[in-house]
């Protein structure tokens, strides 16, 4: 009553320190509690944005895990085909790269033993390098989404790079009169004596020695000349000369058309026609004569562990598969290695189709080409009969196989399935027939015999090149880790972080980290526990002094 007469009185300033002393205590729990209340929504409304931020940041690293390859394969694929006119046609028409052809003969050691019957000794010479130059000519465009061209290469001898000159005597078989005697080992009598007759008057023996240079491009021989009136169209060679490279310097392998990726990058650069057919003529079956694969110069994207690839070769008269053999690592960058399977010159089911005029059948790692060389007893195998039948080995002295040195490979790009580094090797070898009859070549034991390796390849690619494959393979790659990491991580984290924080207030856990509230109730608790048992004391404000007023509080009232 006194504060209110106070008021009524006169003393207003007073009585607003009257009335601020009665409700202060009344406002300052009012706004702890308000802002207690507050303070509590804003951590709610910090773990729920915090919240929705992890659980988008693992949407987008999802996202990234199932799209991101798809966009970049998109890109890059749209850069790999071939139109007329860009960068890439440029590139393809004409290869920044420099081949080398690397040749290595076998010369005959001991000629007289072997005449005789002796097992042949041979060492092998070489290598004698040649750099390539390649470029494609006739180019022409189709609306069915290929393109047509021959690919033209010129050879020239690199001396420094060989172990001698082209002038180098070599001694090994006479491969021509060979043929001949091969030719004729299952005729009648009549045709082998007069084989012989015609040896003995051209004075042919089993052994000739030629320059390197010879052999590579070709000599006269008369056998050849005359073969080419005498034999029927498909036995005739078309050259009356012989040479492992006879009028290949400056020509074409053939007319190659080929798939650009327009519309299906599945089929980029794999062939549609050779030489304007789909199928060849040499082997007993449909699939066998099919032409799959391409040329070996490129393969289609997206080449996996699991990818069977094949390169059709005009010289083996087929298209060749090759399987993954290991992981590597090319001009910094991770590249998957194929090459021919082990069983790809075995007599098989499935090679069964190759075996022409058999069985019996060659086989055990070597392949019998004949039938697409007019006729000529020519076996092909890796170098030095590497991964075929010991008993090749056996049949001759100084055969060392090392997977090193004379394993085909492909090193490809996954994601462009370029090549990276490649070497093409493969052996020329002369089945040695044995035919009584013919006495020049009586004494010589029927076998397989090693004439000459190639090894064609491309080992370095220009920086250009290499940093642009670079940008294609390595720089998404380390993109989308960079972007897994950080979406993944961070938003597993701050996931992690809020479930682990509204759980521990939910079951109000002792974690003042996740459950600050606990901290805070046992302060409140600790506090309360000071203070003395029994009747609160009278709060004293200091600051505060009422003379009007006294200890005794009915008097006040009064």
Not at 284 to 308: L, Y
Not at 364 to 373: D, E, L, M, P, R
Not at 427 to 455: C, D, G, S, T, Y
Request: glycine letters at 8%.
């Amino acid at each position: 009553m006194r504060r209110i007469a106070c008021a009524v009185a006169g003393y207003p300033i007073f009585a607003v320190r009257c009335c601020w002393l009665a409700i202060s205590p009344w406002c300052i729990r009012k706004g702890r509690h308000q802002h207690k209340k507050l303070l509590i929504a804003m951590k709610t409304n910090k773990k729920g944005c915090l919240g929705i931020l992890g659980v988008v940041l693992l949407i987008l690293g999802g996202l990234v895990a199932g799209l991101f390859d798809g966009f970049i394969n998109q890109i890059i694929y749209k850069e790999l085909v071939i139109r007329n006119g860009t960068d890439m046609y440029q590139t393809w028409k004409h290869p920044p790269v420099v081949p080398h052809l690397r040749i290595y003969f076998f010369n005959l050691t001991n000629k007289q033993e072997f005449l005789d019957g002796a097992k042949p000794v041979l060492q092998e010479v070489g290598p004698y390098c040649y750099r390539e130059h390649w470029e494609k000519i006739n180019v022409g465009f189709h609306n069915n989404g290929t393109v047509s061209y021959e690919t033209q290469k010129h050879y020239y001898f690199e001396r420094s790079h060989s172990s001698g000159s082209e002038d180098d005597i070599i001694v090994t078989l006479n491969i021509p009169m060979l043929a001949a005697v091969s030719q004729v080992r299952f005729k009648p009598r009549l045709a082998q004596l007069a084989i012989d007759s015609l040896l003995t008057v051209l004075k042919e023996e089993p052994i000739v020695a030629h320059t390197v240079g010879e052999f590579m491009w070709g000599y006269d021989d008369p056998l050849l000349k005359i073969a080419k009136n005498l034999l029927p169209p498909e036995e005739r060679m078309p050259f009356d000369k012989f040479g492992f490279f006879i009028n290949r310097n400056g020509s074409t392998d053939g007319l190659f058309n080929v798939f650009t990726g327009e519309g299906d990058i599945t089929r980029y650069t794999t062939i549609n026609t050779f030489n304007h057919k789909k199928y060849l003529k040499f082997w007993k079956t449909e699939e066998c004569n099919m032409i799959n694969g391409t040329d070996g110069s490129s393969f289609p994207p997206g080449v996996t562990q699991d990818s069977v690839l094949y390169m059709f070769n005009e010289n083996l008269c087929r298209s060749i598969p090759l399987t993954f053999w290991h992981k590597t690592e090319t001009f910094g960058m991770k590249a998957l290695r194929f090459s021919p399977p082990r069983n790809v010159f075995d007599v098989t089911p499935e090679n069964d189709c190759y075996c022409v005029g058999g069985p019996p059948c060659i086989g055990g790692g070597v392949f019998n080409i004949s039938t697409c060389k007019f006729g000529s007893p020519t076996v092909v195998s890796w170098p030095h009969f590497y991964q075929a039948d010991k008993k090749y080995r056996q049949a001759v002295v100084g055969m060392k196989p090392d997977p090193e040195r004379h394993a085909m490979y492909i090193d490809v790009s996954p994601r462009t399935g370029s090549p990276l580094s490649a070497e093409a090797r493969l052996q020329i070898n002369v089945a040695v027939p044995h035919v009584p009859l013919i006495k020049p070549a009586a004494m010589l034991r029927e076998m397989i015999f090693p004439v000459v390796w190639f090894e064609d390849g491309v080992t370095e690619l220009p920086t250009e090149i290499v940093e642009l494959l670079q940008v294609a393979e390595n720089v998404p790659e380390v993109t989308k880790s960079s972007l897994l990491v950080a979406f993944f991580v961070l938003g597993g984290v701050l996931v992690l972080g809020v479930s682990l924080s509204l759980l521990a207030e939910h079951f109000d856990l002792p974690l003042p980290f996740l459950n600050p509230n606990y901290s805070s109730r046992e302060s409140a608790k600790v506090k309360s526990n000071e203070q003395p048992q029994g009747n609160s004391p009278r709060r004293e404000l200091s600051g505060h002094t009422n003379p009007a007023m006294t200890d005794d509080g009915d008097k006040d009232a009064a």
